[in-house]
Protein backbone atom coordinates (compact mmCIF):
# COMPACT_ATOMS: atom_id res chain seq x y z
CA UNK A 1 0.00 0.00 0.00
CA UNK A 2 1.20 3.17 -1.08
CA UNK A 3 1.97 6.19 1.70
CA UNK A 4 -0.84 8.36 -0.58
CA UNK A 5 -3.30 5.12 -0.17
CA UNK A 6 -3.12 5.14 3.65
CA UNK A 7 -3.26 9.22 3.95
CA UNK A 8 -6.23 9.26 2.04
CA UNK A 9 -7.89 6.51 3.65
CA UNK A 10 -6.94 8.32 7.06
CA UNK A 11 -8.39 10.99 6.05
CA UNK A 12 -11.40 9.62 4.72
CA UNK A 13 -11.59 8.37 8.33
CA UNK A 14 -12.33 11.22 9.54
CA UNK A 15 -14.97 12.69 7.13
CA UNK A 16 -16.68 8.92 7.29
CA UNK A 17 -16.69 9.28 11.44
CA UNK A 18 -18.05 12.77 11.42
CA UNK A 19 -20.84 12.24 8.72
CA UNK A 20 -22.01 8.98 10.93
CA UNK A 21 -21.28 11.39 14.19
CA UNK A 22 -24.10 13.35 12.15
CA UNK A 23 -26.64 10.66 11.63
CA UNK A 24 -26.29 9.52 15.21
CA UNK A 25 -27.43 12.62 16.43
CA UNK A 26 -29.29 13.90 13.56
CA UNK A 27 -32.06 15.09 16.46
CA UNK A 28 -29.33 17.48 17.47
CA UNK A 29 -28.45 18.44 14.14
CA UNK A 30 -32.30 19.59 13.44
CA UNK A 31 -32.19 21.69 16.74
CA UNK A 32 -29.23 23.62 15.33
CA UNK A 33 -30.81 23.85 12.15
CA UNK A 34 -33.60 25.50 13.30
CA UNK A 35 -31.93 27.15 16.17
CA UNK A 36 -29.93 29.22 13.35
CA UNK A 37 -32.45 29.79 10.92
CA UNK A 38 -34.83 31.25 13.68
CA UNK A 39 -31.59 33.69 14.33
CA UNK A 40 -30.94 34.43 10.74
CA UNK A 41 -35.09 35.46 10.30
CA UNK A 42 -34.68 37.13 13.53
CA UNK A 43 -31.58 39.62 12.26
CA UNK A 44 -33.35 39.80 8.75
CA UNK A 45 -36.79 41.33 10.16
CA UNK A 46 -34.87 44.12 11.87
CA UNK A 47 -34.70 45.31 7.95
CA UNK A 48 -38.23 44.93 7.31
CA UNK A 49 -38.89 46.52 10.59
CA UNK A 50 -36.56 49.61 9.81
CA UNK A 51 -39.46 52.09 8.35
CA UNK A 52 -41.83 51.76 11.17
CA UNK A 53 -38.51 51.88 13.97
CA UNK A 54 -37.22 55.15 12.27
CA UNK A 55 -40.32 56.50 10.86
CA UNK A 56 -38.32 57.46 7.48
CA UNK A 57 -38.42 55.97 3.98
CA UNK A 58 -35.95 53.23 3.69
CA UNK A 59 -35.21 50.55 0.98
CA UNK A 60 -36.03 47.56 2.67
CA UNK A 61 -35.67 45.41 -0.20
CA UNK A 62 -31.96 46.53 -0.20
CA UNK A 63 -31.63 46.11 3.69
CA UNK A 64 -33.05 43.23 3.89
CA UNK A 65 -30.51 41.70 1.69
CA UNK A 66 -27.75 43.52 3.18
CA UNK A 67 -28.79 41.23 6.30
CA UNK A 68 -29.74 38.47 4.62
CA UNK A 69 -26.06 38.26 3.40
CA UNK A 70 -24.53 39.30 6.90
CA UNK A 71 -26.01 36.22 8.57
CA UNK A 72 -25.43 33.79 5.67
CA UNK A 73 -21.98 34.46 5.36
CA UNK A 74 -21.61 34.32 8.92
CA UNK A 75 -23.04 30.91 9.72
CA UNK A 76 -21.13 29.81 6.84
CA UNK A 77 -17.93 30.98 8.41
CA UNK A 78 -18.94 30.15 11.67
CA UNK A 79 -19.57 26.39 10.80
CA UNK A 80 -16.57 26.03 9.27
CA UNK A 81 -14.56 27.42 12.29
CA UNK A 82 -16.76 25.68 14.75
CA UNK A 83 -16.27 22.12 13.01
CA UNK A 84 -12.47 22.65 12.86
CA UNK A 85 -11.89 24.00 15.98
CA UNK A 86 -14.13 21.52 18.14
CA UNK A 87 -12.29 18.75 16.43
CA UNK A 88 -10.11 18.09 19.80
CA UNK A 89 -12.96 19.38 22.48
CA UNK A 90 -15.29 17.05 21.01
CA UNK A 91 -12.78 13.91 21.49
CA UNK A 92 -12.37 14.97 24.60
CA UNK A 93 -16.02 15.27 25.53
CA UNK A 94 -16.28 11.93 24.37
CA UNK A 95 -12.76 10.36 26.16
CA UNK A 96 -11.21 9.08 22.28
CA UNK A 97 -8.72 12.09 22.07
CA UNK A 98 -6.01 9.17 23.02
CA UNK A 99 -7.43 6.82 20.33
CA UNK A 100 -7.04 9.36 17.90
CA UNK A 101 -3.47 10.96 18.81
CA UNK A 102 -1.51 7.60 18.95
CA UNK A 103 -3.18 6.53 15.54
CA UNK A 104 -0.35 6.87 13.00
CA UNK A 105 -1.50 9.93 11.16
CA UNK A 106 0.26 12.89 10.52
CA UNK A 107 -1.66 16.18 11.44
CA UNK A 108 -2.20 17.56 7.84
CA UNK A 109 -4.12 14.02 7.31
CA UNK A 110 -6.16 14.97 10.18
CA UNK A 111 -6.53 18.49 9.32
CA UNK A 112 -7.74 17.38 5.80
CA UNK A 113 -10.11 15.01 6.24
CA UNK A 114 -11.79 17.65 8.97
CA UNK A 115 -11.53 20.22 6.58
CA UNK A 116 -13.16 18.52 3.88
CA UNK A 117 -16.12 17.41 6.42
CA UNK A 118 -16.32 21.27 7.34
CA UNK A 119 -16.72 22.71 3.66
CA UNK A 120 -19.39 20.11 2.60
CA UNK A 121 -21.65 20.57 6.01
CA UNK A 122 -21.37 23.38 6.01
CA UNK A 123 -22.63 24.70 2.59
CA UNK A 124 -25.35 21.90 3.22
CA UNK A 125 -26.24 24.21 6.38
CA UNK A 126 -25.65 27.09 4.43
CA UNK A 127 -28.07 26.40 1.47
CA UNK A 128 -30.62 25.29 4.27
CA UNK A 129 -30.89 28.84 5.65
CA UNK A 130 -30.90 30.36 2.02
CA UNK A 131 -33.46 28.09 1.86
CA UNK A 132 -35.66 28.98 4.32
CA UNK A 133 -34.98 32.76 4.05
CA UNK A 134 -36.24 32.84 0.52
CA UNK A 135 -39.47 31.40 1.79
CA UNK A 136 -39.63 34.03 4.27
CA UNK A 137 -38.65 36.88 2.49
CA UNK A 138 -39.20 37.47 -1.62
CA UNK A 139 -35.87 37.76 -2.25
CA UNK A 140 -34.78 39.07 -5.85
CA UNK A 141 -31.40 37.72 -7.08
CA UNK A 142 -31.84 38.47 -10.69
CA UNK A 143 -28.67 40.92 -10.78
CA UNK A 144 -26.77 38.18 -8.13
CA UNK A 145 -23.38 37.10 -9.27
CA UNK A 146 -23.91 33.55 -7.97
CA UNK A 147 -20.27 31.99 -9.14
CA UNK A 148 -18.81 35.25 -7.93
CA UNK A 149 -20.19 34.31 -4.69
CA UNK A 150 -19.01 30.99 -4.16
CA UNK A 151 -15.76 31.64 -5.23
CA UNK A 152 -15.78 34.37 -2.33
CA UNK A 153 -16.99 31.47 -0.16
CA UNK A 154 -14.70 29.40 -0.94
CA UNK A 155 -11.75 31.84 -0.78
CA UNK A 156 -12.79 33.04 2.55
CA UNK A 157 -13.48 29.15 3.95
CA UNK A 158 -9.23 28.89 3.62
CA UNK A 159 -8.75 32.10 6.30
CA UNK A 160 -11.22 30.59 8.47
CA UNK A 161 -9.67 26.58 8.61
CA UNK A 162 -6.60 28.30 9.72
CA UNK A 163 -7.97 30.22 12.55
CA UNK A 164 -10.14 27.23 13.14
CA UNK A 165 -6.68 25.54 13.49
CA UNK A 166 -5.43 27.74 15.49
CA UNK A 167 -8.48 27.61 18.10
CA UNK A 168 -8.88 23.99 18.45
CA UNK A 169 -5.02 24.12 20.03
CA UNK A 170 -7.03 25.90 23.08
CA UNK A 171 -9.25 22.33 24.58
CA UNK A 172 -5.90 20.96 23.42
CA UNK A 173 -4.30 23.13 26.44
CA UNK A 174 -6.96 24.08 28.39
CA UNK A 175 -8.87 20.31 29.06
CA UNK A 176 -11.79 21.70 31.19
CA UNK A 177 -12.45 25.45 29.71
CA UNK A 178 -10.92 25.04 26.20
CA UNK A 179 -13.91 24.83 24.00
CA UNK A 180 -15.57 27.71 25.75
CA UNK A 181 -12.65 29.96 24.77
CA UNK A 182 -13.18 29.43 20.86
CA UNK A 183 -15.89 31.17 20.88
CA UNK A 184 -14.45 34.86 22.00
CA UNK A 185 -12.02 34.30 19.07
CA UNK A 186 -15.66 34.53 17.22
CA UNK A 187 -17.49 37.12 18.84
CA UNK A 188 -14.04 39.60 18.33
CA UNK A 189 -14.45 38.63 13.88
CA UNK A 190 -18.00 39.32 14.29
CA UNK A 191 -17.97 42.75 16.78
CA UNK A 192 -14.59 43.79 13.75
CA UNK A 193 -16.19 42.52 10.42
CA UNK A 194 -19.04 44.43 9.78
CA UNK A 195 -21.32 41.32 9.19
CA UNK A 196 -24.85 43.51 9.97
CA UNK A 197 -22.97 46.86 9.63
CA UNK A 198 -20.67 48.96 6.98
CA UNK A 199 -17.14 48.60 9.69
CA UNK A 200 -17.07 52.71 8.67
CA UNK A 201 -19.65 52.73 11.41
CA UNK A 202 -17.10 51.61 13.96
CA UNK A 203 -14.57 53.89 15.39
CA UNK A 204 -11.71 54.61 13.82
CA UNK A 205 -9.89 53.16 16.28
CA UNK A 206 -10.70 49.57 14.84
CA UNK A 207 -11.71 49.97 11.71
CA UNK A 208 -7.67 48.24 10.95
CA UNK A 209 -8.58 45.29 12.71
CA UNK A 210 -11.75 44.96 10.47
CA UNK A 211 -9.01 45.25 7.68
CA UNK A 212 -7.53 41.78 9.05
CA UNK A 213 -10.55 39.73 9.77
CA UNK A 214 -11.24 37.91 6.53
CA UNK A 215 -15.15 37.61 6.80
CA UNK A 216 -14.50 41.64 6.52
CA UNK A 217 -13.24 41.03 2.73
CA UNK A 218 -15.87 37.94 2.55
CA UNK A 219 -18.91 40.39 3.43
CA UNK A 220 -18.00 42.87 1.11
CA UNK A 221 -17.42 40.77 -1.94
CA UNK A 222 -20.47 38.89 -1.38
CA UNK A 223 -22.74 42.63 -1.01
CA UNK A 224 -21.00 43.15 -4.53
CA UNK A 225 -21.71 40.36 -6.17
CA UNK A 226 -25.34 40.11 -4.60
CA UNK A 227 -26.38 43.39 -4.85
CA UNK A 228 -25.02 44.73 -7.22
CA UNK A 229 -24.26 42.26 -9.67
CA UNK A 230 -20.40 42.78 -9.62
CA UNK A 231 -18.26 40.68 -11.83
CA UNK A 232 -15.96 37.74 -11.07
CA UNK A 233 -13.22 40.00 -12.82
CA UNK A 234 -13.80 42.92 -10.75
CA UNK A 235 -13.83 40.74 -7.16
CA UNK A 236 -10.15 40.47 -7.08
CA UNK A 237 -9.33 43.00 -4.75
CA UNK A 238 -11.92 40.82 -2.47
CA UNK A 239 -10.32 37.59 -3.00
CA UNK A 240 -6.07 38.04 -3.00
CA UNK A 241 -6.19 39.26 0.74
CA UNK A 242 -8.39 35.98 1.55
CA UNK A 243 -6.37 34.12 -0.15
CA UNK A 244 -2.58 35.58 1.03
CA UNK A 245 -4.67 35.13 4.80
CA UNK A 246 -5.50 31.67 3.92
CA UNK A 247 -1.26 31.12 2.63
CA UNK A 248 -0.39 32.14 5.83
CA UNK A 249 -3.21 31.31 8.32
CA UNK A 250 -3.07 27.52 7.73
CA UNK A 251 0.62 26.42 7.62
CA UNK A 252 0.85 28.97 10.65
CA UNK A 253 -1.93 27.02 12.12
CA UNK A 254 -0.76 23.64 11.16
CA UNK A 255 2.50 24.47 13.13
CA UNK A 256 0.81 26.00 16.23
CA UNK A 257 -0.84 22.56 16.59
CA UNK A 258 2.33 20.54 16.05
CA UNK A 259 3.88 22.38 19.07
CA UNK A 260 1.20 22.59 20.97
CA UNK A 261 0.72 18.62 20.93
CA UNK A 262 4.38 18.04 21.87
CA UNK A 263 3.55 20.67 24.87
CA UNK A 264 0.97 18.55 25.73
CA UNK A 265 2.35 15.26 25.44
CA UNK A 266 5.23 16.76 27.54
CA UNK A 267 3.28 18.18 30.27
CA UNK A 268 0.56 15.30 30.44
CA UNK A 269 -2.57 17.22 29.05
CA UNK A 270 -4.37 14.30 26.51
CA UNK A 271 -4.78 12.60 29.62
CA UNK A 272 -7.71 14.31 31.20
CA UNK A 273 -11.00 14.22 29.18
CA UNK A 274 -13.27 17.72 29.98
CA UNK B 1 19.81 -14.48 19.66
CA UNK B 2 15.87 -12.87 21.16
CA UNK B 3 14.79 -10.05 19.42
CA UNK B 4 14.55 -7.40 21.57
CA UNK B 5 10.46 -6.14 20.93
CA UNK B 6 10.52 -2.95 23.54
CA UNK B 7 13.61 -1.50 25.25
CA UNK B 8 13.52 1.19 27.88
CA UNK B 9 16.34 2.68 29.37
CA UNK B 10 16.53 4.90 32.49
CA UNK B 11 13.18 6.62 32.13
CA UNK B 12 11.52 8.88 33.92
CA UNK B 13 8.75 11.28 33.86
CA UNK B 14 7.18 14.13 36.52
CA UNK B 15 4.18 16.01 36.15
CA UNK B 16 3.96 19.63 37.29
CA UNK B 17 6.90 21.49 39.08
CA UNK B 18 8.26 24.48 38.94
CA UNK B 19 7.17 27.96 39.85
CA UNK B 20 4.12 29.36 40.26
CA UNK B 21 3.51 33.60 39.78
CA UNK B 22 0.56 33.74 41.94
CA UNK B 23 2.28 33.24 45.47
CA UNK B 24 5.58 34.48 44.84
CA UNK B 25 3.45 37.84 44.29
CA UNK B 26 1.96 37.24 47.81
CA UNK B 27 5.28 36.81 49.56
CA UNK B 28 5.66 32.84 49.25
CA UNK B 29 8.23 31.11 46.46
CA UNK B 30 5.88 29.49 44.78
CA UNK B 31 7.77 26.47 44.23
CA UNK B 32 5.32 23.33 43.65
CA UNK B 33 7.00 20.03 44.01
CA UNK B 34 6.84 17.66 40.64
CA UNK B 35 5.06 14.36 41.30
CA UNK B 36 7.21 11.91 40.03
CA UNK B 37 5.65 9.17 38.15
CA UNK B 38 7.76 7.03 36.90
CA UNK B 39 11.48 6.89 37.94
CA UNK B 40 14.84 5.79 36.07
CA UNK B 41 12.42 2.59 34.84
CA UNK B 42 14.56 0.16 32.86
CA UNK B 43 13.58 -3.30 31.55
CA UNK B 44 13.58 -5.07 28.32
CA UNK B 45 10.88 -6.97 26.76
CA UNK B 46 11.39 -9.85 24.32
CA UNK B 47 9.38 -10.56 20.58
CA UNK B 48 7.13 -12.88 21.86
CA UNK B 49 6.61 -12.55 25.34
CA UNK B 50 3.68 -11.18 27.73
CA UNK B 51 5.42 -9.05 29.74
CA UNK B 52 3.25 -8.57 32.89
CA UNK B 53 3.33 -4.81 35.36
CA UNK B 54 1.83 -5.12 37.91
CA UNK B 55 1.89 -2.70 40.89
CA UNK B 56 -0.76 -0.04 43.38
CA UNK B 57 -2.87 2.51 41.81
CA UNK B 58 -0.90 5.73 41.47
CA UNK B 59 2.64 3.32 40.94
CA UNK B 60 3.60 4.47 37.66
CA UNK B 61 2.45 1.56 35.22
CA UNK B 62 -0.49 3.73 32.88
CA UNK B 63 1.91 6.42 32.80
CA UNK B 64 4.83 3.71 31.40
CA UNK B 65 2.37 2.24 29.07
CA UNK B 66 1.25 6.08 27.53
CA UNK B 67 5.20 6.65 27.49
CA UNK B 68 4.91 3.65 25.33
CA UNK B 69 2.12 4.83 23.25
CA UNK B 70 4.01 8.23 22.37
CA UNK B 71 1.19 9.86 24.41
CA UNK B 72 3.63 11.51 26.86
CA UNK B 73 7.35 12.52 26.36
CA UNK B 74 9.51 11.15 28.84
CA UNK B 75 11.84 13.87 30.48
CA UNK B 76 14.89 11.60 30.50
CA UNK B 77 15.96 8.39 28.97
CA UNK B 78 15.16 6.30 26.42
CA UNK B 79 12.47 3.78 24.61
CA UNK B 80 12.78 1.96 21.35
CA UNK B 81 9.99 -0.07 19.89
CA UNK B 82 11.59 -2.71 17.55
CA UNK B 83 14.28 -0.19 17.24
CA UNK B 84 12.28 2.92 16.68
CA UNK B 85 12.95 5.90 19.34
CA UNK B 86 9.35 7.06 20.50
CA UNK B 87 10.51 10.41 20.57
CA UNK B 88 12.51 10.84 17.38
CA UNK B 89 10.38 8.01 15.09
CA UNK B 90 6.96 8.49 16.42
CA UNK B 91 4.94 7.74 13.29
CA UNK B 92 6.95 4.08 12.81
CA UNK B 93 6.58 2.84 16.04
CA UNK B 94 2.67 3.66 16.22
CA UNK B 95 2.32 1.80 12.92
CA UNK B 96 4.02 -1.11 15.22
CA UNK B 97 1.26 -1.11 18.40
CA UNK B 98 -2.04 -0.84 19.44
CA UNK B 99 -3.12 0.18 23.32
CA UNK B 100 -6.24 -0.83 24.60
CA UNK B 101 -6.95 1.23 28.25
CA UNK B 102 -8.79 0.30 30.86
CA UNK B 103 -11.75 2.76 29.91
CA UNK B 104 -13.41 1.81 26.84
CA UNK B 105 -12.70 5.15 25.01
CA UNK B 106 -15.47 5.56 22.11
CA UNK B 107 -17.88 7.72 20.29
CA UNK B 108 -20.66 6.55 22.78
CA UNK B 109 -23.70 7.03 20.23
CA UNK B 110 -21.73 5.05 17.45
CA UNK B 111 -21.94 1.63 16.81
CA UNK B 112 -19.16 -0.89 17.45
CA UNK B 113 -18.89 -1.25 13.68
CA UNK B 114 -18.52 2.56 13.07
CA UNK B 115 -15.98 2.65 15.97
CA UNK B 116 -14.45 -0.30 14.43
CA UNK B 117 -14.13 1.03 10.87
CA UNK B 118 -12.68 4.45 12.08
CA UNK B 119 -10.01 3.11 13.81
CA UNK B 120 -9.16 0.06 10.81
CA UNK B 121 -9.02 3.63 8.46
CA UNK B 122 -6.76 5.55 10.64
CA UNK B 123 -4.30 2.53 10.44
CA UNK B 124 -4.82 2.39 6.58
CA UNK B 125 -6.58 -0.85 6.10
CA UNK B 126 -9.62 -0.50 3.07
CA UNK B 127 -12.84 -0.54 4.07
CA UNK B 128 -14.20 -4.20 3.18
CA UNK B 129 -10.43 -5.63 4.77
CA UNK B 130 -11.79 -4.12 7.80
CA UNK B 131 -15.05 -5.24 8.00
CA UNK B 132 -14.10 -8.72 7.25
CA UNK B 133 -11.68 -8.56 10.04
CA UNK B 134 -14.44 -6.59 12.56
CA UNK B 135 -16.38 -9.60 12.28
CA UNK B 136 -13.71 -12.05 12.32
CA UNK B 137 -12.89 -10.87 15.40
CA UNK B 138 -15.50 -9.61 17.25
CA UNK B 139 -17.03 -13.61 16.44
CA UNK B 140 -14.13 -14.64 17.59
CA UNK B 141 -14.71 -12.59 21.33
CA UNK B 142 -18.24 -13.79 21.59
CA UNK B 143 -19.64 -10.36 20.78
CA UNK B 144 -23.22 -10.79 19.53
CA UNK B 145 -24.04 -9.78 16.07
CA UNK B 146 -27.28 -8.08 16.84
CA UNK B 147 -25.42 -5.66 18.99
CA UNK B 148 -22.53 -4.37 16.18
CA UNK B 149 -25.22 -1.74 14.91
CA UNK B 150 -26.81 -0.14 18.07
CA UNK B 151 -25.25 2.56 19.79
CA UNK B 152 -21.78 1.76 22.18
CA UNK B 153 -23.34 3.61 25.43
CA UNK B 154 -26.31 0.95 24.71
CA UNK B 155 -23.55 -2.05 25.98
CA UNK B 156 -22.35 -3.26 28.94
CA UNK B 157 -19.07 -2.57 30.30
CA UNK B 158 -17.65 -5.37 29.63
CA UNK B 159 -19.11 -5.75 25.95
CA UNK B 160 -17.51 -2.48 25.27
CA UNK B 161 -13.86 -3.23 26.68
CA UNK B 162 -14.32 -6.52 24.32
CA UNK B 163 -15.17 -3.87 21.63
CA UNK B 164 -11.90 -2.00 22.89
CA UNK B 165 -9.86 -5.27 22.43
CA UNK B 166 -11.28 -5.88 18.91
CA UNK B 167 -10.00 -2.45 17.58
CA UNK B 168 -6.76 -3.21 19.11
CA UNK B 169 -6.26 -6.34 17.27
CA UNK B 170 -8.18 -5.47 14.13
CA UNK B 171 -4.66 -3.36 13.31
CA UNK B 172 -2.24 -6.46 13.58
CA UNK B 173 0.14 -4.65 16.21
CA UNK B 174 3.33 -6.68 17.03
CA UNK B 175 3.30 -4.64 20.29
CA UNK B 176 0.26 -4.86 21.82
CA UNK B 177 0.00 -2.37 25.28
CA UNK B 178 -2.88 -3.70 27.38
CA UNK B 179 -3.53 -1.23 30.08
CA UNK B 180 -6.14 -3.46 32.60
CA UNK B 181 -7.87 -4.89 29.78
CA UNK B 182 -10.06 -7.18 31.74
CA UNK B 183 -10.83 -4.83 34.50
CA UNK B 184 -14.74 -5.09 34.61
CA UNK B 185 -15.47 -7.61 32.04
CA UNK B 186 -17.06 -10.76 34.14
CA UNK B 187 -15.10 -14.31 34.46
CA UNK B 188 -16.16 -15.81 31.40
CA UNK B 189 -15.39 -12.90 28.98
CA UNK B 190 -11.97 -12.67 31.07
CA UNK B 191 -10.98 -16.27 30.29
CA UNK B 192 -12.40 -15.55 26.56
CA UNK B 193 -9.87 -12.26 26.73
CA UNK B 194 -6.73 -14.14 28.42
CA UNK B 195 -7.61 -17.19 25.36
CA UNK B 196 -7.37 -14.58 23.01
CA UNK B 197 -3.81 -12.96 24.21
CA UNK B 198 -2.50 -15.78 24.27
CA UNK B 199 -3.34 -17.04 20.76
CA UNK B 200 -2.26 -13.47 19.52
CA UNK B 201 0.82 -13.88 20.57
CA UNK B 202 1.00 -17.61 19.68
CA UNK B 203 -0.37 -17.03 15.81
CA UNK B 204 0.07 -13.74 15.20
CA UNK B 205 3.76 -13.58 16.37
CA UNK B 206 2.91 -10.43 18.71
CA UNK B 207 4.51 -8.91 21.64
CA UNK B 208 2.29 -8.34 24.69
CA UNK B 209 2.91 -5.59 27.42
CA UNK B 210 0.50 -6.26 30.01
CA UNK B 211 -0.62 -4.29 33.01
CA UNK B 212 -3.41 -5.90 35.51
CA UNK B 213 -4.34 -5.56 39.65
CA UNK B 214 -5.25 -9.32 38.65
CA UNK B 215 -2.59 -11.62 39.89
CA UNK B 216 -4.28 -14.81 38.77
CA UNK B 217 -4.01 -13.09 35.61
CA UNK B 218 -0.26 -12.11 35.86
CA UNK B 219 0.50 -15.84 36.67
CA UNK B 220 -1.54 -17.25 34.13
CA UNK B 221 -0.59 -15.45 31.34
CA UNK B 222 2.99 -13.66 31.86
CA UNK B 223 5.95 -14.78 31.25
CA UNK B 224 8.11 -12.24 33.17
CA UNK B 225 6.52 -9.87 35.58
CA UNK B 226 7.77 -6.56 36.36
CA UNK B 227 6.50 -4.81 40.08
CA UNK B 228 6.27 -1.19 39.97
CA UNK B 229 5.72 0.92 43.36
CA UNK B 230 5.94 4.57 43.44
CA UNK B 231 7.42 4.76 39.53
CA UNK B 232 9.78 2.67 40.21
CA UNK B 233 10.81 -1.28 39.57
CA UNK B 234 11.18 -2.92 42.75
CA UNK B 235 11.34 -6.50 41.10
CA UNK B 236 11.00 -8.32 38.28
CA UNK B 237 11.70 -11.65 37.38
CA UNK B 238 9.44 -15.08 36.29
CA UNK B 239 6.19 -15.27 37.91
CA UNK B 240 7.88 -18.76 39.41
CA UNK B 241 10.98 -16.55 40.11
CA UNK B 242 9.23 -14.05 42.00
CA UNK B 243 7.43 -16.76 44.20
CA UNK B 244 11.05 -17.70 45.13
CA UNK B 245 11.51 -14.03 46.50
CA UNK B 246 9.00 -14.86 49.33
CA UNK B 247 9.18 -17.78 51.93
CA UNK B 248 6.69 -20.68 52.11
CA UNK B 249 4.50 -20.02 55.36
CA UNK B 250 2.71 -23.25 56.38
CA UNK B 251 3.53 -25.35 53.97
CA UNK B 252 1.66 -23.11 51.40
CA UNK B 253 3.16 -22.26 48.10
CA UNK B 254 3.52 -18.47 48.35
CA UNK B 255 1.40 -16.90 45.40
CA UNK B 256 1.96 -13.71 43.20
CA UNK B 257 -0.37 -11.94 45.67
CA UNK B 258 2.04 -12.70 48.42
CA UNK B 259 5.03 -11.47 46.61
CA UNK B 260 3.21 -8.23 45.68
CA UNK B 261 2.33 -7.67 49.36
CA UNK B 262 5.31 -8.24 50.62
CA UNK B 263 7.75 -6.48 48.28
CA UNK B 264 5.50 -3.41 48.41
CA UNK B 265 4.86 -3.93 52.24
CA UNK B 266 8.72 -3.49 52.68
CA UNK B 267 9.15 -0.45 50.57
CA UNK B 268 6.58 1.27 52.80
CA UNK B 269 7.60 0.18 56.09
CA UNK B 270 11.63 1.56 55.20
CA UNK B 271 10.27 4.79 54.18
CA UNK B 272 8.22 5.18 56.91
CA UNK B 273 11.67 3.92 59.38
CA UNK B 274 13.15 6.86 57.27
CA UNK B 275 10.73 9.28 57.88
CA UNK B 276 10.64 8.72 61.60
Known sequence: ?????????????????????????????????????????????????????????????????????????????????????????????????????????????????????????????????????????????????????????????????????????????????????????????????????????????????????????????????LLEGAALTTLWPYIWPLLLMGGIAIPLGVRAFQVAERYAKRTGRLKRNG | MDTIALNIQHVSKSFGGGRRWLPRLRGGNGEVRPIVAVSDITLQVRRGEIFGVLGPNGSGKSTLIRLISTLLLPDSGTITVFGHDVVREERAVQRLINRVSVEAAFFKRLSPIENLLYGARLYGLSGDEARRRIHEILRRLDVRADALGKPMEEMSRGMQQKVAIARAFLTAPILLLLDEPTTGLDPRSKREVQAFVRELRDSHDATILLTTHDMEEADALCDRIAIMDEGRIIALDTPTGLKALVHPSNGRVPTLEDVFMQLTGKVLAEEEEIAA
Open chain 1, 1 to 225: MTPIVHQARASYAFIERNLNLVKRYWGWELVWMAYTIANSLAVSYIGAGMEQISGQKVDTHYLILYLVIGTIVWRYLAVIFHAISDMIGWERWEGTIEYTLMAPVPRITHLVGQTFFAIIYSLIHTAGILLATAVFFNLDLRNANLVGTLVLLLAGSLSFIGIGIVAAILPLLFPERGSQMTHLILAVLLFVSGVYYPVTVLPAWLQPLARLSPATYVLEGMRAT
